[in-house]
């Protein structure tokens, strides 16, 4: 069992930037492929960024190319979300999920945190 935990959420202009946090309860952690999915208010559960468990390999949904970032820190079973250029449509409640296969399908994650808020102002 993997249990997550997100931070890092609240308000911020469009244009900013806030930074999400994602710890996990397990050492095993490094062994899943992490991601970042969101959901706005009556829409679906969309996929934003995942990171394999090495690292080194990285794919982000194409609405938030080139101004979010992953990254992940083994050693202390964090993953983080570094997002810039705010934009308003970029408002939902993000969420942390673990696989050990991972992908772009909600579906397929079995571990979530219980999501933070993020909302962007114009």
């Known amino acids: 069992q993997v249990q997550l935990a997100e931070s890092g959420g609240g308000l911020a202009q469009a244009g900013g930037s806030l930074r999400l946090s994602c710890v996990a309860s397990r050492r095993t952690f490094r062994n899943y492929e992490m991601a970042w999915f969101r959901q706005a208010p009556g829409k679906e559960r969309e996929f934003v960024v995942a990171?394999?468990?090495?690292?080194?390999?990285?794919y982000y949904g194409d609405s938030v190319k080139g101004r979010f970032t992953i990254s992940r820190d083994s050693a202390k079973n964090t993953v983080y979300l570094q997002m810039n250029n705010l934009k308003p449509e970029d408002t939902a409640v993000y969420y942390c999920a673990a696989d050990s296969v991972g992908g772009t399908d909600y579906s397929k994650y079995d571990y979530w945190g219980q999501g933070t808020q993020v909302t962007v102002s114009s």
């Open positions: 990171i394999a468990w090495s690292g080194d390999i990285t």
